[in-house]
């Protein structure tokens, strides 16, 4: 036990954020993104009013305030992360407050559930991912108070089956019947919040805490038990987030954004918290919930109206913090929590991809923002997260506006003598103005980049673990080239995901290709085509018409010019690995790679499975499913009980036995396999029915 | 020692016998005795067997059942039942290789084999333990926000 003084001590320093605390902080940060914002308009607006305001200026000046706006918030985040960890820890996060009340060191630790809902996922991947998390566990001493769940929603038929055997192994392995369980749900209604809400009212009442992974999600084992310890400590709290921390990909494309969100992400998420403190978001994945609140008061809605904006809520996450919040619990984001990972898509056009998915999901918070009784705080999350996507097609707007307005410029004939005046009237040079405007938007844009830098000069551990000053100053700067290159690829994309969403062209819920692999040519001529195509046009268009315009124009043209080449090569492992060797994009977890990291990449290149099925090589686990004893009794003993199929159903399924009996497996689609083997009877059947035909070839 | 009574299968039934034999095999009995003895005593719960495709994927079904048979008096369990659907998946799951000589055996000289066949059978979810998560009410924007809120300030009331 802690003597008495020890207690009083810890008592005395961190304190809980008062109201006066949060209202101070708000104000200093929005008063800065307020006074930032006008300046800059200010001297816009002093360009343009001289022969008044035409119409295309009015429309300007309303787009650059709402994306100036946005950086701002940007980049007071970033300033304010900055000077959080410049001053060390911010004494009133999550992790330094004192305990609402005092630990009974006689009660016993709670069980937590740790989830991983997936979804058609790589499997191998996915459980060599749970068994490091188990492993990193277990080296705490304390595995025994967490379960895991795999959350199955995956439709196709052979990675279903895969599931299942994986899940098996794992068990095998970990000896871990009664801890590792898996289920795969009969239907996948409302998607990733469906699948947790199920889980909830089945077996929530069980835990008190349940840990959300995604897919690619490693925590170490400290970690969870952290979270779990600080939830105990602050019975006020619902919900801990952990920045997540992108890892362990190859490619050039991905170890330059893992640098990036490694470096400059410790900053903005410092920031972040030192202006949301309890009133922060959900980021859907790598955080610790209460269950019973959530349970209480997460039971989402379908909204009104048909998609985009109606249906399902896509971006659950984000609304469930706010519902929380609405009910009175906190939602903290525990910036300086080590040990959260995450994987990113290794290619530029895995990552359009899965903006593609998000971006539908974002756009729909638009109606929440302005729904009754949420915070004002869970407002902005949902405007923030609107934003993400919408800058793009007014980033797009303002340079087709600036275009335009150029173009009228160069139309317009100076005229030296108007009116009585017998003097000439010289043109008034805005070049000063609008050069400081410029200056303004660059700094706010790169200047967080220089401030993470600055921040390694603070620790000589931290400097080492991204390279060396040198190296990692190469790699800002190589990494701002990137993304100067790379933003106006990224600003079309989403500027027409943004477009075919507001014409009602659903966007699907496509599985993302989480592996590393390379563009080939075709497919970032495909994804890139038109986007260069419009490049050459604009950028022509420009040179012809309005050439000064054109050269500031280059940076946009450049990106969309190269995009092609950029999205191939950006792609390549081999270029990811050479920059590795030079000593660029280096994180701290790949100069020294935790525990967690290494075993996972240990389980994924050398662990030999436990169940013999695994190890044989096979093309389709749907037809092992059929043929092989072992794995037919597994599957059947997985499906959940259910009554029998009505006589129409029969009828179908029966049709779809017929058709593989004749046509083979091939002939069916991935949704009809699926309905044969999610059929007990039917799997039986069509087992006997293999055996029957050809034994002794089905035996070997 | 095998427990099973052997006895001569019918005319005409050879190809059943060793589609069943082969099926059995792939159970994961090796002794070929063992698997020729099975068979034919899945053959005898056929009532009729002509020679065709069917009635050998109901030889294939009824050798199924015959090992639930066996499975189910040796653990213990009710039949059908999910139980013992995951008792058959860890029987076959190669966790008690020894298992054709263990489930024919006299029930005192399995006991150990078949306690660590306990210890394999899956347990895929706990036991359910529902709890209710209520559809929470969100109340969208609508114009009529404003005039309800000026309307509440100017303390017009709509009531008659």
Redesign the interface.
Known sequence: MKPDFFWKKSMMQPSQPSTLGYTLRRMVFFTLVALTSLIALGLMVSVFQTNGLSPMELLLLALYTILFSWICVSFWTAFMGFWVILFGRDRWAISRQPPDTAPDPAVVSPRTAILMPIYNEDSERVFAGLRAIHQSLATTGQLDDF?FFILSDTRDPDVWVEEELR??DL??ALDG??RI???NRPENTSRKSGNL?DF???????YRYMIVLDADSIMQGETLVEMVRLMELHPRVALIQTPPVPVNRTSLFARILQFASSLYGRMFTAGLNYWQLGESNYWGHNAIIRIQPF???????K??GREPFGGEILSHDF?EAA?LRRAGWEVWLAYDLEGSYEEIPPTLIDYAKRDRRWCQGNLQHL??A????FNALSRLHFLMGVMSYAASPLWLLFLIATGVEAFIQTQQEQVYFFGENWMPVWPVSFAVEMTTVLLVTLTMLFLPKLLALLLLLKERRLRQAYGGMPGATLSVMLETVFSVLTAPVLMLFQTKFVLAILMRKAVGWPPQQRGDHQTGFAEAAMAHGGQTLLGVVAGTLSYLYVPAFFWWFTPVLLGLGLAIPVSMLSSSMALGRGAQRLNLFMTPEETEPPMVLRDLDRYLQDSEPT??VLRQATSSRFMQALID??VN??H???LP?REPPGKRRRHYLEGLVQQLEEDGPDSLSPQQKRELIADPETL??L???F???T??L??T | MNTLRYSLSAPGSEPLLEDLKAYWMALGVTDLSLALALSEQTLRRLPDRPDDEESSARAIIAAGELLDDRLAAALDLPRPSPALRAARAALLSSAVPEWPSILFAPPSAAKPALERLRVAIAEPTPAPNPAPMPTQRIELFSLWFPLRWMQRLLGVSTAR
């Open positions: 379960h899940w098996q068990v095998r019947k009664g369980f898996y289920r809400e909830c009212t089945r077996w929530g009442n069980q349970l209480d008061h997460c039971g989402l809605p909204l009104p609304v519902l109606r929440l302005f729904s009754r009784g169940l013999p004893p072992y009794a597994l059947r003993s997985l009980e039986l059947r087992h006997a029915w055996w029957s035909r034994p002794n089905v035996s």
